[in-house]
C-alpha cells in the first residue's frame, strides 16, 4: 500500500484528523530524508556523510577565525557526543585538527587541514550538482517560493520551542 493511501485510510478512519497538515507533514520529513540520502550518495566516493561535509564546508569559509565543536554542533543539529565521534572521523583521516584554545585552554579550537581543503575542492561540485537535480524539477520561482514557505514554518516551529 502506497503512502497516500495509507493517509487516505487514515483518514477515513478519522474524519476530524487534519488530512492536509499530516500530509504535507509526512511529505517534508520524507522528502528531507530523500534529500539527504541523495546527498549521501553523492559523497560516498569521498568516504564522506552530508554533517562531516558540513563541517569540513564550514571550517573553510571559517578559515582564519577559530572555530569550535559546540558551534558547528548547533548548526548541524549534533548533539556533543555525535561531533565528538564526527570530528575522531576526520581528525583521524587528517582532514580537521583539533587544538587548545590560546584564550581557553578548556576550548577546543577546529581548523582545516591542506587534506581537508584538498577534499573539499574535489566534493563541492558534485555536491553542489547534487541540489541542482534534486531541486531541478521544481524551477527557479518554486525554489523562491519554497525557500519562503520553509523559512516561514522553521520561524513557527522555532518560536515553539521551549
Not at 548541524?76 to 576526520?90: C, N, P
Not at 524539477?137 to 515553539?160: D, F, I, K, W
Request: aromatic residues 4%.
Amino acid at each position: 500500500m502506497s503512502f497516500e493511501q495509507r493517509i487516505e485510510r487514515f483518514s477515513a478512519a478519522h474524519p476530524d484528523a487534519p488530512r492536509e497538515l499530516i500530509l504535507a507533514s509526512r511529505l517534508l520529513l520524507r522528502t528531507a530524508r530523500l534529500l539527504h540520502d541523495h546527498i549521501n550518495r553523492t559523497l560516498a566516493p569521498f568516504d564522506l556523510d552530508l554533517n562531516q561535509y558540513l563541517v569540513l564546508s564550514m571550517l573553510a569559509v571559517d578559515e582564519g577565525q577559530p572555530s569550535m565543536p559546540s558551534e558547528l554542533g548547533a548548526t548541524i543539529d549534533a548533539t556533543r557526543t555525535q561531533m565528538t565521534r564526527l570530528l575522531d572521523g576526520l581528525e583521524v583521516r587528517g582532514l580537521v585538527r583539533r587544538q587548545a584554545s590560546a584564550q581557553d585552554r578548556r576550548t577546543l579550537e577546529l581548523t582545516l587541514t591542506p587534506a581537508g581543503r584538498r577534499l573539499m575542492e574535489r566534493a563541492l561540485p558534485l555536491v553542489h550538482a547534487a541540489y541542482a537535480e534534486a531541486w531541478g524539477p521544481v524551477g527557479e520561482s518554486g525554489l523562491a517560493a519554497s525557500t519562503r514557505v520553509l523559512n516561514r514554518l522553521h520561524q513557527s516551529l522555532q518560536a515553539l520551542q521551549p
